[in-house]
């Protein structure tokens, strides 16, 4: 009898385990791993990984990097553009010019250039924010576009401005391949994602926060706000650089400083609002949400549509669709897809004991 309550507890502990949280977390990312790095390089073709995964992946760092900077630290940014642009013309130029030069190497040196530029332009948030904030944010976008195209050093005195990605190649292997770039660009997404979780879970990321929510009271208790504010600054431009220069070199190949506008600032705004502030989940589910759905309207429009309507009204008709759903989703839930997700899968946990 004894032996048999001992088995009980025994499988009682074991069915704990595997359903507590840290379990469930670790098979959730395990088995993320293997269909992101396994499954899909083997069963997707070219278009799949050039059109849409590789898009989605840098546009997911980016958001990332935005998230940190106005989700956790509450420091508002229309600048994200001009600090991939920044990453992407950095990169390219150590590339060029420092002699054998490590293509990761060059991507983190990218990075550190945007980082730097965004110091620079983080320092007026030292003295205002909200609108103000933008505006000073604003600035770095149209500042650094017309240097890059003012200046012809940036691309190597191209006349059209251009910049051309180099050989993809990593530790001995060319990954110019669309399946190498995908797996090039996933894993660099994946290290700084959980670069990031780890940041924004610590003591830097409760800074933040503490600054986002009242940055009075966190001065009263110790938090020094010029660090903390410019650290906020420094990573989020150290990711929009990265992701800018994956974005020149694994998804297009060749850029110049007008791919890198205004309009892809409010994009990547778009994605950590659609998806969620605080959350780098949130900033995945909004690069999905802006990546997978023209394609979807685009699909749906040439099959039912194709000849019937004009092309370019079909083209207008499919943005008023995309804005009245990003607006309907602000109304519905402010805190982003992240939230309505968190919600449905409460019910679907809850379910079960709602039926008994």
């Not at 759903?325 to 004991?353: C, D, H, N, Q, S």
Request: overall charge positive; aromatic content about 12%.
């Amino acid at each position: 009898m004894s032996a048999a309550i001992g088995i009980e507890i025994s499988a009682a502990r074991l069915r704990g385990v595997a359903i507590g949280p840290a379990a469930r977390r670790a098979l959730v990312l395990a088995a993320g791993a293997l269909f992101a790095f396994g499954l899909v390089p083997a069963i997707g073709n070219d278009y799949w990984f050039s059109a849409i995964l590789i898009p989605f992946l840098v546009l997911s760092l980016a958001g990332i990097g935005l998230n940190i900077l106005t989700g956790y630290a509450g420091q508002l940014s229309l600048g994200s553009a001009a600090f991939m642009a920044v990453g992407a013309f950095a990169s390219y130029n150590f590339l060029l010019r420092v002699p054998h030069l490590p293509l990761l190497a060059a991507f983190a040196l990218g990075g550190l250039t945007a980082a730097g530029v965004g110091v620079f332009f983080g320092l007026p948030s030292l003295r205002i924010k909200g609108f103000y904030l933008i505006v000073s944010t604003l600035a770095a976008q149209f500042f650094v576009e017309w240097a890059l195209t003012k200046f012809g050093w940036f691309s190597n005195h191209n006349a059209s401005g251009v910049i051309s990605a180099p050989p993809l190649v990593v530790l001995g292997q060319d990954l110019g391949s669309p399946r190498g770039r995908y797996v090039l660009t996933l894993s660099i997404v994946v290290a700084l994602t959980l670069a990031a979780r780890n940041l924004v879970h610590g003591d830097r990321g409760r800074n933040w926060m503490a600054v986002r929510d009242m940055d009075t009271a966190a001065a009263v208790i110790g938090i020094p706000i010029l660090k903390t504010k410019l650290l906020a600054f420094a990573t989020s431009s150290f990711y929009c650089g990265v992701a800018g220069a994956l974005w020149a070199f694994t998804y297009l190949g060749t850029v110049e400083p007008h791919g890198f506008d205004l309009g892809r600032s409010f994009q990547i705004l778009f994605i950590i609002i659609i998806g969620g502030l605080g959350s780098v989940a949130g900033s995945f589910i909004g690069a999905a949400f802006i990546v997978l759905l023209p394609v979807l309207m685009d699909n749906v429009a040439t099959r039912f549509f194709a000849g019937v309507v004009d092309p370019g009204n079909l083209e207008n008709f499919q943005k008023l669709i995309f804005g009245g759903l990003i607006i309907f989703f602000l109304i519905k839930e402010p805190e982003g897809l992240t939230r309505l997700l968190f919600l449905a899968r409460e019910r679907v946990r809850r379910w079960p004991l709602t039926r008994r």
